[in-house]
C-alpha cells in the first residue's frame, strides 16, 4: 500500500485526489493547505483522517511514502525539497519551479535523497499526443524540419494566485506556454534547447504577468520550434493547447488528430472536438504512471530533468523579450 499525501485543496489537487482514489493500492491519507478550513473540507470530501497547514507538520508525522504538489507555483520547490530530504517520492504541477534555479535545486534534493522525482506534465498521458509521437518515431513524417504550437485561453484567463508574478513567477508563458515546450520536447524526442528568441508582454489585462507570448526555440540536431502562449486571446487555432509536426515525407498535429503523408490523410478516429480537453482520464493515467514508477523505483519521465529543462526556456524566454535579444541555452 503508498501512503499519498496532498498539497494544496484547490481545483487540480481535487483532480489529483480523484485519480489517487481510483487505485486499490494507494491510500490517499493526507492533505495539506494553509487555510485551515480549506484543508478540513477537502479531507471530509475524501475521507482523509489527516489534515495540516504546512509541508512541516506532515513530514514530522511521518507515514506518507508520495506527496502531489498542487500548491500555488512560489511554494513547489520548498515543499517538494523539504519531502524529498525526507525520502518522499514527490509529484509535483506544472511549471516545477518559480525558475530554472529553483527547479535545478528539486533535482539535486531528489538525486541526493533517492526518492522520485515527476513533473506533472499531463500532456505526454494524453492518447492522441501519444499516437502522433508513435508515427514520428516510426519515420513516416521523416526528418523533422519544425514544429508549431500554442498554450492559449480564448476570451478567458485565471485569476487569484496565477495572475500574481510573486506567486506565479510568470503569467501565460508559465502556465499555458509550458504545455506547448513540454509537448512540443516529447514528440521530438526530448532534444536540448540550444537557444531562445521571445516576445511577451501583458495586453489584455491589468495583471503583473504576461498574458501574451511568442517564442522560437532553436533545438539541438536543426529543429525550429515556434510556440504561442496566451491568455484572453481573440482567437486560437483551436483547443486550450496543440503541436503541430513539419517533416520532410509528412505532416502531423494534435487536436484535431491527423497524419498527412504520401499515402493521403491517416485520421485515427479521435473525436474531435473532445467534450473536455483536459478529461479525468488524462490525470488517471499520469497518476497510474507516477505509481508504477514508485512501485518499480524507476525514474520518471516527465521526471526532474525534463522539468529542469522546460524551466529553462521559460527562463530564456523571459530574458529574451526583456533583452530584445536571442538568449543562448547553457
Not at 482523509?48 to 514530522?60: C, E, P, S, V
Not at 518515431?137 to 504550437?149: Q, S
Amino acid at each position: 500500500m503508498i501512503n499519498l499525501a496532498i498539497t494544496g485543496a484547490g481545483y487540480i489537487s481535487k483532480i489529483h485526489a480523484a485519480a489517487a482514489s481510483s487505485f486499490s493500492d494507494v491510500n490517499l491519507t493526507a492533505v495539506v493547505d494553509r487555510y485551515s478550513k480549506t484543508a478540513q473540507s477537502f479531507a471530509k470530501d475524501y475521507n482523509l483522517n489527516r489534515f495540516y497547514q504546512n509541508i512541516d507538520q506532515l513530514l514530522d508525522d511521518g507515514g506518507i511514502d508520495a506527496l502531489v504538489i498542487g500548491t500555488p507555483n512560489y511554494l513547489h520547490a520548498p515543499q517538494a525539497i523539504a519531502a524529498l530530504n525526507k525520502g518522499v517520492h514527490v509529484m509535483v504541477e506544472k511549471p516545477m519551479a518559480m525558475n530554472a534555479q529553483e527547479a535545478y535545486q528539486m533535482l539535486e534534493a531528489s538525486q541526493k535523497s533517492g526518492a522520485l522525482l515527476m513533473v506533472a506534465h499531463c500532456f505526454r498521458f494524453d492518447p492522441e499526443v501519444r499516437w502522433l509521437k508513435r508515427q514520428s518515431d516510426a519515420g513516416r513524417l521523416g526528418k523533422i524540419i519544425r514544429t508549431k504550437g500554442y498554450g492559449v485561453h480564448q476570451l478567458w484567463g485565471p485569476s487569484g494566485w496565477f495572475t500574481h508574478k510573486v506567486q506565479a513567477g510568470g503569467g501565460a508563458m508559465a502556465d499555458m506556454g509550458i504545455h506547448a515546450i513540454d509537448t512540443t520536447r516529447f514528440l521530438l524526442g526530448d532534444p536540448q534547447p540550444v537557444s531562445v528568441y521571445a516576445r511577451i508582454g501583458t495586453y489584455y489585462s491589468k495583471d503583473d504577468v504576461d498574458d501574451t507570448g511568442i517564442l522560437i526555440v532553436n533545438w539541438e540536431g536543426g529543429i525550429v520550434s515556434y510556440i504561442e502562449s496566451g491568455w484572453w486571446q481573440p482567437h486560437t487555432d483551436g483547443p486550450q493547447a496543440a503541436t503541430q509536426l513539419y517533416g520532410i515525407s509528412g505532416f502531423g498535429q494534435v487536436f484535431p488528430t491527423y497524419l498527412l503523408d504520401q499515402s493521403g490523410k491517416d485520421d485515427p478516429g479521435f473525436s474531435h472536438p473532445r467534450v473536455d480537453h483536459c478529461p479525468q482520464s488524462l490525470y488517471n493515467d499520469q497518476m497510474s504512471y507516477f505509481i508504477d514508477c514508485i512501485r518499480e523505483h524507476r525514474t520518471p519521465n516527465p521526471g526532474a530533468l525534463e522539468g529542469w529543462i522546460n524551466m529553462k526556456i521559460v527562463d530564456a524566454a523571459y530574458k529574451s523579450s526583456v533583452l530584445g535579444e536571442i538568449i543562448k541555452v547553457e
